[in-house]
C-alpha cells in the first residue's frame, strides 16, 4: 500500500522560500512518476510540476524558473523548491505517484504568501 505525507508548507513573505516534502512509502517510488499539485477553493486543482523515475523533469509555465522538483530513491522523497513566491502561489499542495494505471494522493499542505 502506497501513502504519500506532505510537510514544509507554511506562511511567507512575497518573494520568500519555501522548501516541501513528500514522504512516500511501499515498493515502487522508483519507479513511480511523481508530481506536484495545487488546489484553491473554488478551483480545479493545477498541475505544477512532474519528475520521472529517470529524472526528467516538467514544469508549469506559471512556476518554470521559479519552482524546482526533485526526488531522492534511497529516501523514498520527493521535494518542490519554491523561490520568488507570489501571492498567487497560494493554494494547498499535493504530491501525486503514477505507477502504471494506478495514482495516489497526499493529503496536502498549505501554502500561503503575503503580499
Known amino acids: 500500500q502506497v501513502q504519500l505525507v506532505e510537510s514544509g508548507g507554511g506562511l511567507v513573505q512575497a518573494g520568500g522560500s519555501l522548501r516541501l516534502s513528500c514522504a512516500a512509502s511501499?515498493?515502487?517510488?522508483?519507479?513511480?512518476?511523481m508530481a506536484w499539485y495545487r488546489q484553491t477553493p473554488g478551483k480545479q486543482r493545477e498541475w505544477v510540476a512532474t519528475i520521472t523515475d529517470d529524472n526528467r523533469t516538467n514544469y508549469a509555465d506559471s512556476v518554470k524558473g521559479r519552482f524546482t522538483i526533485s526526488r531522492d530513491n534511497a529516501k523514498k522523497m520527493v521535494y518542490l523548491q519554491m523561490n520568488s513566491l507570489k501571492p498567487e502561489d497560494t493554494a494547498v499542495y499535493y504530491c501525486k505517484l503514477t505507477w502504471s494505471w494506478k495514482t495516489y494522493w497526499g493529503q496536502g499542505t498549505q501554502v500561503t504568501v503575503s503580499s
Open positions: 511501499g515498493n515502487i517510488f522508483t519507479i513511480s512518476v
